[in-house]
């Protein structure tokens, strides 16, 4: 039995370890794209080094403080978005990075894992007796998710805010309210959505005069998704690729951002199709594994902890791939342990570690 239970993880490790391989070589590739990739590689192998340490230490100690001190994790994340309008590194028109001299902290992507966890210390810890509580309850939820959308909006960084919104969706879900309020929700964002809609088509002046020009050029730009020179080459690259390659030095059809936004479209450069296929099947793989994974956990705080990192992990595949693929808008949404990254790389180890400690520490239980 042993035996065929360990056999079962490696539906997550070959996978894992999968990504993590072609990352390392697309990173090493992109130093021959462009100067500014020079040290991508090195950075990415010692972030992914950092990941496994966190996984490793994670199975000695006790995870449930993060839970317990989660409203300061919390607090202090909202300081650190605060802090970053103002001393933040600016990159492409984002100030959205603390420059730590030695590494480039992202506090939006921090802001992800201790939201979660207080979010997910509320959700398990509340108990409401009438419908008035839970409406206390949204007023707080409402609350805690304005803060950092509103800050992160400032740098900006959209897709940092549907994170956001979607992690309070899965994990209100997961909740004990009664589920008619998220059909007011629904009704209220959709009213919004179609009324900003209708004064984006047949009232721009009147939109406008209300949100202002640069925020109205943020919204045009997102509906001008399917052109520009970044989503036309990556299309490119992909139509174009061959069914396998293997060129590590030899660059192909540029294209801009591609260790981030567009890495899925760099594999093609790099591998050809394979290097697409190979991606999408690791990332099938990998996501049923966790699905049944997190499915079983006993513990409801860690249960529901692992939600929001599914919801997080999956929507983040979908988006970015999409983008590649100009279905939709580029909203800066980085490709799960391939994309180049320090801070959305440790945060999603992080998820990973929280999630896998539980089970480790009812192992050590159960021997004692």
């Not at 805010?161 to 059909?183: A, G, R």
């Amino acid at each position: 039995m042993k035996k065929l239970h360990s056999l079962k993880h490696l539906f997550f490790w070959i996978p894992f370890l999968l990504l993590l391989t072609i990352s390392l070589f697309l990173m090493y590739h992109a130093q021959f794209i462009s100067d500014t990739y020079q040290n991508h590689f090195e950075r990415q192998a010692l972030w992914i080094g950092i990941g496994f340490f966190i996984l490793f230490l994670f199975r000695f100690i006790k995870s449930d403080f993060l839970f317990r001190y989660s409203k300061y994790f919390y607090l202090i994340s909202l300081a650190v978005l605060v802090l970053v309008l103002f001393v933040g590194t600016g990159v492409n028109g984002s100030r959205a990075w603390l420059n730590l001299k030695y590494f480039n902290l992202q506090p939006s992507e921090l802001m992800k894992l201790a939201y979660s966890l207080y979010l997910t210390t509320l959700v398990t810890q509340k108990k409401f007796h009438k419908w008035t509580d839970e409406f206390k309850f949204l007023l707080y939820v409402l609350l805690l998710l304005i803060l950092p959308c509103i800050l992160v909006f400032l740098e900006p960084d959209t897709g940092a805010i549907l994170f956001y919104c979607l992690i309070t969706l899965v994990l209100l879900w997961n909740s004990k309210i009664h589920k008619w309020w998220f059909l007011i929700a629904f009704i209220l964002t959709a009213a919004f959505i179609g009324g900003f809609f209708y004064c984006y088509f047949f009232q721009k002046d009147f939109l406008i005069s209300i949100i202002g020009t640069t925020f109205f050029y943020r919204v045009e730009r997102l509906f001008s998704f399917g052109t520009g020179m970044q989503i036309e080459n990556a299309l490119i690259a992909i139509g174009s690729a061959p069914l396998w390659r293997f060129s590590l030095t030899e660059v192909g059809i540029y294209i801009p951002e591609s260790p981030t936004d567009f890495v899925f479209a760099l594999s093609s450069n790099v591998f050809g199709l394979t290097g697409n296929i190979v991606i999408l099947l690791s990332f099938l793989v990998l996501d049923f594994y966790l699905i049944g994974y997190i499915k079983k956990i006993k513990r409801k705080e860690y249960r529901i902890f692992g939600y929001s990192f599914l919801s997080i992990f999956i929507v983040s595949q979908l988006v970015n791939i999409s983008m590649n693929l100009g279905l939709i808008p580029i909203i800066g949404i980085p490709l799960p342990f391939v994309s180049y990254g320090g801070s959305s790389t440790i945060v999603l180890f992080l998820y990973l570690a929280i999630i896998f400690s539980c089970n480790h520490k009812n192992k050590r239980k159960q021997k004692s």
